[in-house]
């Protein structure tokens, strides 16, 4: 997760002392010296939406033994135990889970921040209210476009105008809320439109997504941006967020799930003669170190299997109902977990040569092994060119 606003700003908000903490980049275990990883969980696979991109393949259907309410508390405890500063209830739909509430206010009561990754398609303005007063630090809602972009990509009819409630029933309790909304050919389009959207809407906080070749994902790797339009995207997202600030909005803009933005922002500082922000850029992304999956970002499934993030399933490394979570992600005898650690002497192709790959670590191992069968090849959606690289 690369905060743009943080870069071209140097502005704080919760997220950015865990990102760009000092020694961030040197850490194996945790986001920073003594705090473990921030941990989704995702705490079910049932939805009532049927995304083209879920990477849980998520569905109306229930599923079979998934986590308890005693489980899941004994699991928080566990990540209390290990330092853990924040916990994503993600799905399938979270809010679907009739223990949601408890479980999130019983996470904040262990001092692990509760968030939540939704649909917002359930978000009424009464559960919105109890969302803020269990101490929900923040809420993100999924929207890949305006209506009929986004009702195709969700599956539903009404999805949008749903999820536009939701939205606006965060906003009438003073609940942080935010969009997340992942990037492709079919809503490239609606990128200038979301900067508008948001500002109209009042909503602090959108983040990026570039696209993950996983689950229903791995059947969108042609409808993925090209490098040229990447780069065009991150022009418009560079251009809207020095909008915001020039007139005084505070938004907090991040990218997320491509390391080279930082570097392309970097560059582009460079090149527009900008020294001091290029210098201020460079210092940041130097101090995060990159990708952080398996070291400062963690995931656990509806069943409690323990993985390196949301979106690499297909590894995994025990189960919290069998060992606590702690002992899970120190333990290296897993060589995906061990490599995750320490990743650079493996990588292969592009990432190797990079000469940022300090201030990227090998970018999203997932789409590399999706696109060629090797974990640690280089990532295909690194669209920085041969001589920026070299």
């Known amino acids: 997760m690369i905060s743009i606003t943080k870069l071209l700003f140097a502005r704080e908000y919760y997220g ?81 889970r009739p223990d949601f509430f408890e479980l999130a206010e019983y996470a904040a009561s262990k001092e692990v921040r509760p968030t939540l990754s939704t ?110 339009e990447s780069r065009r995207a991150m022009d418009i997202i560079i251009k809207r967020t020095k909008d915001f600030e020039k007139r005084g909005l505070k938004k907090e803009i991040l990218t997320v799930d491509n390391h080279c933005d930082g570097v392309y922002m970097y560059l582009k500082a460079l090149q527009d003669g900008d020294s001091s922000t290029a210098a201020q850029i460079k210092h940041y992304i130097s101090t995060n170190g990159g990708n952080r999956s398996g070291i400062a970002f963690g995931e656990v499934d509806p069943f409690g299997y323990v993985h390196p993030d949301q979106f690499t399933q297909h590894h995994t490394f025990g189960n919290v109902r069998d060992r606590k979570f702690g002992d899970i992600w120190t333990d290296v005898n897993n060589p995906i977990m061990r490599g995750l650690k320490n990743r650079k002497p493996l990588l292969k192709g592009r990432c190797a040569q990079c000469k940022f790959l300090d201030n990227c670590n090998g970018n999203f191992r997932t789409r590399a092994e999706a696109k060629t069968g090797d974990f640690w090849q280089s990532d295909p959606s690194c669209y920085l060119t041969d001589e920026e690289i070299a």
């Open 16 to 96: 950015d002392r865990l990102r760009y903490s000092k020694g961030a980049n040197r850490m194996t275990n945790g986001a920073a010296e003594g705090i473990g990883p921030v941990v989704v969980w995702n705490s079910t696979k049932t939805c009532n939406l049927k995304c083209r991109h879920c990477y849980m393949e998520s569905d109306s259907r229930k599923y079979n033994n998934e986590l308890t309410t005693d489980e899941a508390k004994t699991f928080i405890n566990d990540l209390a135990d290990f330092k853990v500063p924040v916990l994503l209830f993600s799905g399938g739909e979270p809010l679907i």
């Open 119 to 228: 649909n917002g398609t359930l978000i009424t303005r009464e559960v919105a209210q109890r969302i803020k007063d269990i101490g929900v630090g923040y809420v993100g809602i999924s929207l890949d476009g305006l209506k009929e972009v986004n009702d195709k990509f969700r599956g539903v009819d009404g999805a949008y105008e749903k999820a536009m409630k939701g939205i606006e029933n965060c906003v009438a309790v003073g609940q942080r809320v935010g969009l997340r909304f992942t990037i492709n050919q079919h809503n490239l389009r609606d990128l200038e439109n979301i900067f508008d959207f948001i500002e109209e809407k009042q909503i602090n906080r959108v983040c990026f997504y570039h696209l993950v070749y996983s689950g229903r994902g791995n059947q969108m790797m042609d409808e993925d941006v090209t490098p040229a």
